[in-house]
């Protein structure tokens, strides 16, 4: 095999490495300016991972919202089964009491008409005047039989 050497063939970076080189060794890192070993070994997302994660992280926080609301739609469903079960008894309660306010009003009719037939629906004042007159008509008929007595008396038999 032969070999042609032309000459030493180095890079600017080569140049500048051999340059700081110290003891034959590689150069020494300033520490000031280092990472540590799990920095240096860190995988930078790219532009398109941190797009990816904020959407993943926005859906996520959305997903939750939506479970959030839905159970707030079923406890509010719950609530208006309520209320239209309430409402419904209380429309069910509210034809019952006009029923039977009807009722009364068809029996308190009836008793007004009775009593007034019997004569009980009346007040102490018609009750007095009435008491009088009765009162007078005995006092006319009694004078009548006195005056019939007197007649009977008088009439020889």
């Known amino acids: 095999m032969k070999g042609l050497v032309v000459g030493l063939m180095t890079t600017p970076k080569y140049n500048e490495w051999w340059g700081k080189r110290i003891n034959d060794n590689t150069p020494k890192l300033n520490q000031e300016n280092s990472w540590s070993i ?13 797009i990816r994660q904020d959407f ?5 926080d959305l997903e939750k919202k939506i479970e959030q609301m839905e159970e707030e739609k079923i406890n509010l469903r719950l609530v208006l089964d309520v209320q ?3 409402t419904e008894k209380s429309r069910k309660e509210k034809n019952k009491a ?11 009719k009836k008793l007004r008409l009775s009593m007034r037939t019997a004569g009980l629906g009346k007040t102490s004042e018609q009750w007095r005047a ?18 019939m007595q007197s007649i009977e008396i008088k009439i020889p038999q």
């Open 84 to 86: 239209k079960l309430e």
């Open 38 to 50: 799990e920095e240096s070994f860190r995988v930078i997302p790219s532009e398109l991972e941190i």
């Open 98 to 108: 006009e029923e039977e306010l009807g009722s009364l009003k068809t029996d308190y």
């Open 56 to 60: 993943e992280k926005r859906n996520a």
């Open 130 to 147: 009435e008491i009088r007159e009765e009162k007078d008509k005995a006092d006319r008929w009694k004078q009548k039989f006195q005056e």
